[in-house]
T-cell receptor, first 113, second 107 residues
Framework: NAGVTQTPKFQVLKTGQSMTLQCAQD?????MYWYRQDPGMGLRLIYY???????DKGEVPNGYNVSRLNKREFSLRLESAAPSQTSVYFC????????????FGPGTRLTVT | KNEVEQSPQNLTAQEGEFITINCSYS?????LHWLQQHPGGGIVSLFM?????KKHGRLIATINIQEKHSSLHITASHPRDSAVYIC?????????WGAGTKLIIKP
């Protein structure tokens, strides 16, 4: 099993450009999450999907959209990138909701100039 | 005030030392997680606790629900333990994350 995979690993965008971060998991998990991590701060939840076909806003959803394409894939889109969106983005999936153990992807380092 | 506070923020120690990282929280929780983020960025889950104590190799995690406090201990620390250790608590639905403790173990 590959676990949770993310693409790309690195990306540089100019202000106003758009891009989609891809995430896929092969563990048959229902719930998937997108986080951003900024220096000196904890992980902050952008959006989550409790199950296929549902998505909900997290703590910092502004400037982002998501799509739960199927059970495996959960993508994050930046429609018009801003320098404030420079961050490391992590996708995660949850195994058992009772334990809430999260499995993380390797992260995408995004720089917006 | 953050709902999850970790201390210290940074910790540098010599190889072999006993390490303690603390996590305090202010919300009602059903579980607390400890995770490790490697220098390369990858995040792995270490423990999930709802009461008492768990041990895995040289790592020990404890939680005191009444005091809303958890500790992560590392015995016989080694340079490969150098990482950021993150505490997260499960509230009503989502995880609430601490900012992390950066640990450096010098040989």
């Amino acid at each position: 099993n590959a676990g949770v995979t993310q693409t790309p690993k690195f990306q540089v965008l100019k202000t106003g450009q758009s891009m989609t971060l891809q995430c896929a998991q092969d563990m048959n998990h229902n719930s998937m999450y997108w986080y951003r991590q900024d220096p000196g701060m904890g992980l902050r939840l952008i959006y989550y999907s409790a199950s296929e076909g549902t998505t909900d806003k997290g703590e910092v959803p502004n400037g982002y959209n998501v799509s739960r394409l199927n059970k495996r894939e959960f993508s994050l889109r930046l429609e018009s990138a801003a320098p404030s969106q420079t961050s490391v983005y992590f996708c995660a999936s949850v195994g058992q909701l009772s334990s809430y153990e999260q499995y993380f992807g390797p992260g995408t380092r995004l720089t917006v100039t | 005030k953050n709902e999850v506070e970790q201390s210290p923020q940074n910790l540098t120690a010599q190889e072999g030392e006993f390490i303690t990282i603390n996590c305090s929280y202010s919300v009602g929780i059903s579980a607390l997680h400890w995770l490790q983020q490697h220098p390369g960025g990858g995040i792995v889950s270490l423990f999930m606790l709802s009461s008492g104590k768990k041990k895995h190799g040289r790592l020990i995690a404890t939680i005191n629900i009444q005091e809303k406090h958890s500790s992560l201990h590392i015995t016989a620390s080694h340079p490969r333990d150098s990482a950021v250790y993150i505490c997260a608590v499960k509230g009503s639905y989502q995880l609430i994350w601490g900012a992390g403790t950066k640990l450096i173990i010098k040989p």
